[in-house]
């Protein structure tokens, strides 16, 4: 999936934010939750996102989301990770 197509589907699902992040090599991030629906693609090198005790690996072109309140951890491979995030804000 291209940035176009994934903005797309950001907006038609409702998403208000759009992101573009990057994580450098080796990043790791602890686990976490966010007040947000997440949804991401990666643009350029590895996003490890470890959710009840799985760990994925995306790379380029690939999407993931993970729902507000939801822990996750998420890490960079050795290449660091670019990718663009959209963010869906609860009401109410």
Known sequence: MDARDFAAILRAEGFDETLTRSLAAGTQVPEHTHPFDAKLLVTAGAFTLTMDGH????????????????????AAGPEGADYLAGRRHRVG
């Open 55 to 74: 760990a994925v690996t995306h790379g380029p072109g690939e999407v993931f989301s993970v729902p507000a309140g939801h822990r996750h951890a998420e």
